[in-house]
């Protein structure tokens, strides 16, 4: 309670001390100088309630194998970066080589069956429906060979589009089995904000409206569309997922820590240039011109608006403000405005 009257006294010592030093005598005003002045103005400003999210890769995916066996080979790690189709693992599935080589001695066997009702029927020494039987064979022979040669695919696990491997969750020589996450892997791009919507929000969010999203590791915010919203809510936490798509930014990483702005009304708020507003510390203040004299004014700000910010007291719609040099300044400095 005690901080702020001691504070303001160090900043009207200082000041003073400024002063004898600009004039060589206490309490003479430094020179005249040109400033440039805004007027604080009360705005129609879109009130909002911030809900935290996460950036979030717009194309994921967990691996795993499509067959059972050991894991002859594990070629990746996190951080590493695949492209589409790129190996990944290999499973050993010596069954399945086997019954490879079955199916295709089945075919060859069928096809010679066939070459021979073929040259039967010519001679007319065996039936049309013999020949058909045969031919059958032949086609379900090949079918199994494919079948064989599928799951013989199946056995290399290969990276499904470009990104990088986020996690390995086995080891060479584990069992891999369908069911059984192999590898995490996302696209570093692009990049999509979610978060969970209390349904309260929810009539204020529409697919295709524009919402501002704040990374603080980014210097402002970013401008997202919404692109999706879940038709039901969580039974849980009675929220509803929202996901809208981010603009391309070197700066943002999947996992990041976010809020989106949701609208929820409009209000009046009073805003001056972000420039006008000087910080010492915990301090803000900023230079007025009353009666061609800068006269200091300690202020609490509220949210940025782009290139404005709002300020919450100190202030009065109207008043002249400072925009440019105001470290320069002193309170009760002569100065000449100009727009």
Same mark, same amino acid.
């Given at each position: 309670?005690?901080?702020?009257?001691? +504070?303001?006294?160090?900043?009207?010592?200082?000041?003073?001390?400024?002063?004898?030093?600009?004039?060589?005598?206490?309490?003479?005003?430094?020179?005249?100088?040109?400033?440039? +002045?805004?007027?604080?103005?009360?705005?129609?400003?879109?009130?909002?309630?911030?809900?935290?999210?996460?950036?979030?890769?717009?194309?994921?995916?967990?691996?795993?194998?499509?067959?059972?066996?050991?894991?002859?080979?594990?070629?990746?790690?996190?951080?590493?970066? +695949?492209?589409?189709?790129?190996? @990944?693992?290999?499973?050993?599935?010596?069954?399945?080589?086997?019954?490879?080589?079955?199916?295709?001695?089945?075919?060859?066997?069928?096809?010679?069956?066939?070459?021979?009702?073929?040259? @039967?029927?010519?001679? !007319?020494?065996?039936?049309?429906?013999?020949?058909?039987?045969?031919?059958?064979?032949?086609?379900?022979?090949?079918?199994?060979?494919?079948?064989?040669?599928?799951? @013989?695919?199946?056995?290399?696990?290969?990276?499904?589009?470009?990104?990088?491997?986020?996690?390995?969750?086995?080891?060479?020589?584990?069992?891999?089995?369908?069911?059984?996450?192999?590898?995490?892997?996302?696209?570093?791009?692009? #990049?999509?904000?979610?978060?969970?919507?209390?349904?309260?929000?929810?009539?204020?969010?529409?697919?295709?409206?524009?919402?501002?999203? $704040?990374?603080?590791?980014?210097?402002?915010?970013?401008?997202?569309?919404?692109?999706?919203?879940?038709?039901?809510?969580?039974?849980?936490?009675? $929220?509803? #997922?929202?996901? #809208? /798509?981010?603009?391309?930014?070197?700066?943002?990483?999947?996992?990041?820590?976010?809020?989106?702005?949701?609208?929820?009304?409009?209000? !009046?708020?009073?805003?001056?240039?972000?420039?006008?507003?000087?910080?010492?510390?915990?301090?803000?203040?900023?230079?007025?011109?009353?009666?061609?004299?800068? +006269?200091?004014?300690?202020?609490?700000?509220?949210?940025?608006?782009?290139?404005?910010?709002?300020?919450?007291?100190?202030?009065?719609?109207? /008043?002249?403000?400072?925009?440019?040099?105001?470290?320069?300044?002193?309170?009760?400095?002569?100065?000449?405005?100009?727009?």
């Amino acid at each position: 309670m005690k901080f702020f009257p001691t +504070v303001f006294l160090v900043v009207l010592i200082s000041s003073a001390c400024r002063k004898t030093h600009d004039s060589g005598q206490p309490g003479h005003p430094g020179p005249s100088s040109r400033v440039h +002045v805004a007027i604080a103005t009360l705005e129609t400003h879109q009130a909002t309630e911030d809900i935290v999210g996460t950036v979030r890769s717009k194309q994921r995916a967990v691996i795993e194998a499509k067959v059972s066996g050991r894991l002859l080979q594990f070629l990746v790690a996190p951080g590493q970066w +695949v492209k589409a189709g790129e190996l @990944l693992a290999e499973v050993g599935v010596q069954e399945i080589r086997a019954k490879r080589e079955q199916a295709q001695a089945v075919l060859d066997q069928a096809q010679r069956d066939l070459g021979r009702q073929q040259q @039967l029927i010519a001679s !007319k020494a065996t039936s049309q429906q013999e020949l058909e039987t045969t031919a059958a064979r032949v086609k379900v022979a090949a079918a199994g060979l494919n079948e064989a040669e599928t799951l @013989l695919g199946y056995a290399r696990v290969t990276a499904p589009f470009e990104g990088v491997i986020t996690r390995k969750l086995a080891e060479l020589g584990d069992l891999a089995m369908p069911g059984k996450p192999l590898v995490e892997m996302e696209a570093p791009a692009p #990049l999509r904000f979610e978060t969970d919507l209390p349904e309260s929000l929810l009539r204020h969010v529409k697919p295709g409206d524009k919402i501002r999203v $704040t990374i603080p590791t980014l210097s402002g915010p970013l401008l997202s569309t919404v692109s999706e919203i879940s038709p039901v809510a969580d039974a849980l936490s009675r $929220t509803f #997922l929202v996901k #809208l /798509d981010l603009p391309v930014s070197a700066a943002l990483r999947a996992g990041q820590f976010g809020r989106a702005a949701i609208p929820v009304g409009a209000t !009046k708020i009073l805003c001056v240039p972000r420039e006008s507003v000087l910080k010492r510390g915990q301090i803000e203040t900023v230079f007025i011109v009353r009666e061609n004299r800068a +006269v200091l004014r300690l202020v609490k700000t509220g949210k940025w608006l782009d290139d404005q910010i709002e300020i919450l007291s100190g202030l009065e719609p109207g /008043d002249s403000v400072v925009t440019r040099d105001t470290a320069r300044l002193t309170d009760g400095q002569s100065v000449t405005a100009q727009p």
